[in-house]
Nanobody, 124 residues
Framework: QVQLVESGGGLVQAGGSLRLSCAAS????????MGWFRQAPGKEREFVAL????????YYAASVKGRFTISRDIAKNTVYLQMNSLKSEDAAVYYC?????????????????WGQGTQVAVSS
């Protein structure tokens, strides 16, 4: 069982930065692929980024590649999403999720555990 709690959301100006955190509980956290997803009002939830169990492999959606960085600190049971050069279209509720699968795990159904989400707003 894995429990996830996101934090770090807020209001930022376009071009600014935010760092989201996802604190995980559960003894097997280190064995999970961790992902970030987001859902904007009126839109479906979409994949943003993932990091493998070791932190050595990452994968990004094309819309955020080069601006966002995902990382994990296994000792702290925490996953981070550093978001730079934020745009208005990045505004959404961001969710952290955990999957037992490996590789480019971008489908929602492959993630068994989800956090409650944290709101990111971007002002122009």
């Amino acid at each position: 069982q894995v429990q996830l709690v996101e934090s770090g959301g807020g209001l930022v100006q376009a071009g600014g930065s935010l760092r989201l955190s996802c604190a995980a509980s559960g003894r097997t956290f280190s064995s999970y692929t961790m992902g970030w997803f987001r859902q904007a009002p009126g839109k479906e939830r979409e994949f943003v980024a993932l990091v493998d169990w070791s932190g050595g492999s990452t994968y990004y959606a094309a819309s955020v590649k080069g601006r966002f960085t995902i990382s994990r600190d296994i000792a702290k049971n925490t996953v981070y999403l550093q978001m730079n050069s934020l745009k208005s279209e990045d505004a959404a509720v961001y969710y952290c999720a955990a999957s037992r699968q490996i590789g480019h795990v971008i489908a929602e159904y492959t993630y068994a555990y989800w956090g409650q989400g944290t709101q990111v707003a971007v002002s122009s």
